[in-house]
């Protein structure tokens, strides 16, 4: 399969306040998976796997 990961996975979720002094204030958090792969074409080297994980905070300033 060359220099490809096997597996690769992500998820994201967010959530907007929608009342009160916040609104319009959200959060996110997600990550991304990717699994150990080959670093050369003879594979005889491996990268091992790895998970990141992400965070935001975000306004959606009113018009």
């Known amino acids: 399969m060359g220099q490809q990961s096997k597996h690769a996975a992500a998820?994201?979720?967010s959530y907007k306040?929608?009342?009160g002094k916040a609104a319009s204030?959200?959060?996110g958090a997600?990550?991304?998976y990717i699994s150990d792969s080959w670093f050369n074409i003879t594979?005889?080297?491996t990268l091992p796997g790895y998970t990141m994980l992400n965070a935001s905070i975000f306004y959606d300033?009113?018009?």
């Open 25 to 27: 204030l959200g959060f």
């Open 30 to 32: 997600g990550d991304n």
């Open 61 to 63: 300033k009113p018009k």
């Open 43 to 45: 594979k005889t080297f």
């Open 11 to 13: 998820t994201w979720i």
């Open 17 to 19: 306040l929608m009342r």
